[in-house]
Antibody, heavy 119, light 107 residues
Framework: QVQLQESGPGLVKPSETLSLTCTVS????????WGWIRQPPGKGLEWIGC???????NYNPSLRSRVTISMDMSKNQFSLRLTSVTAADTAVYYC?????????????WGQGTLVTVSS | DIQMTQSPSSLSASVGDRVSITCQAS??????LNWYQQKPGKAPNLLIY???NLETGVPSRFSGSRSGTDFTFTISSLQPEDFATYYC?????????FGGGTKVEIK
């Protein structure tokens, strides 16, 4: 059974960098594609980006200048970095597997982690 | 970007009702459309992929269909555990985009 778990600070100061890690169990991350999605409190879902087994990435243009997604095969983890955060980046951040091809559906998802941007 | 216009944004229904939600894509996305269910405080859960394919383990009362750029998600007989928010998501093009969500509430 594939499981994902997000981890990282729940509070980040404005202008600083948000860093989250997704730990995957039940499957090697080298076998699939992986993504990050976020959801501001009380709002809808926004795709952040995906990373592929080759290490190549694809990002939402609205965040591209600030986001980096990377993989650590030795730890079976992938990570998200978002720089220069503002209050608008306050959201629940989810990691998820993309089981199909280069882009597709997200399944399963991690439980999500709330990140608040505040001084 | 491909815009996904989901409607209604909310609806009230009773147990046993037939419920339908629509998503309209701003351009042709073929069948590259998925549906998720999200309950409060939980992550979204995939129900339907490629417009009409039921994910393994999902009850058959859930279904999806496509007509051109219009997609319909249907619950044939609403159950108490189905009260949740539903989202569509396209993957025809990057950036991947979601509909705004439909909250299904108890009447």
């Amino acid at each position: 059974q594939v499981q994902l778990q997000e981890s990282g600070p729940g509070l980040v100061k404005p202008s600083e960098t948000l860093s989250l890690t997704c730990t995957v169990s039940g499957v090697s991350i080298s076998r699939y594609y992986w993504g990050w999605i976020r959801q501001p409190p009380g709002k809808g879902l926004e795709w952040i980006g995906c990373i592929y087994t080759s290490g190549s990435t694809n990002y939402n243009p609205s965040l591209r200048s600030r986001v980096t997604i990377s993989m650590d095969m030795s730890k079976n983890q992938f990570s998200l970095r978002l720089t220069s955060v503002t209050a608008a980046d306050t959201a629940v951040y989810y990691c998820a597997r993309v089981p199909g091809s280069i882009k597709g559906w997200f399944d399963p998802w991690g439980q999500g982690t709330l990140v608040t941007v505040s001084s | 970007d491909i815009q996904m216009t989901q409607s209604p944004s909310s609806l009230s229904a009773s147990v046993g009702d037939r419920v339908s939600i629509t998503c309209q894509a701003s351009q042709d996305i073929s069948d590259y459309l998925n549906w998720y269910q999200q309950k409060p405080g939980k992550a979204p859960n995939l129900l339907i992929y490629d417009a009409s394919n039921l994910e393994t383990g999902v009850p058959s009362r859930f279904s999806g269909s496509r007509s051109g750029t219009d997609f319909t998600f249907t619950i044939s007989s609403l159950q108490p555990e189905d009260f949740a928010t539903y989202y569509c998501q396209q993957y025809r093009n990057f950036p991947l985009t979601f509909g705004g969500g439909t909250k299904v509430e108890i009447k």
